[in-house]
């Protein structure tokens, strides 16, 4: 994660999680894991708080505001590991075919894909 970033409600920043060390990553590897196996996620952890910040300055209405939420270092770092181990168990499940919503694919390739596979077809005389 970057240095310099707003630290949550806990104000734990995540420039004092590395100060830690490796006794620090050890003991947080500790409680994501014991996080992850109970499925319980401490209530403090998920507090968050919520800054607005104007988009144009002087502006007096809500829709010319932008919200932000500041969340737990710990709970950012969590959420990684979970979207990791989540990726990991669904890439498997994906078909080939499937080019939309998927990371490094897109519906750009497939259209490429099938009009190079259409002009082929024209030019061998053959069905698609």
């Known amino acids: 994660m970057k ?51 104007q988009k144009k300055p002087g502006a007096i209405e809500c829709e010319n505001d ?22 990991s168990k669904i890439k498997p499940e994906i078909s080939a075919t499937q080019f939309g919503f998927v990371a490094n694919k897109g519906t750009t390739n497939a259209i490429f894909t099938m009009m190079m596979l259409m002009e082929r077809c024209i030019e061998t005389q053959k069905d698609l």
């Open 3 to 53: 240095n310099g970033k707003a630290a949550g409600p806990d104000q734990i920043s995540i420039e004092l999680l590395q100060a830690f060390g490796n006794w620090g990553i050890d003991q947080l590897t500790k409680l994501l894991n014991r996080i992850y196996d109970t499925g319980n996620i401490p209530k403090d952890m998920l507090k968050s708080t919520f800054i607005t910040l």
């Open 66 to 87: 932008r919200t932000i939420s500041l969340m737990s270092h710990t709970l950012k770092l969590l959420l990684k590991i979970l979207l990791t181990r989540i990726r």
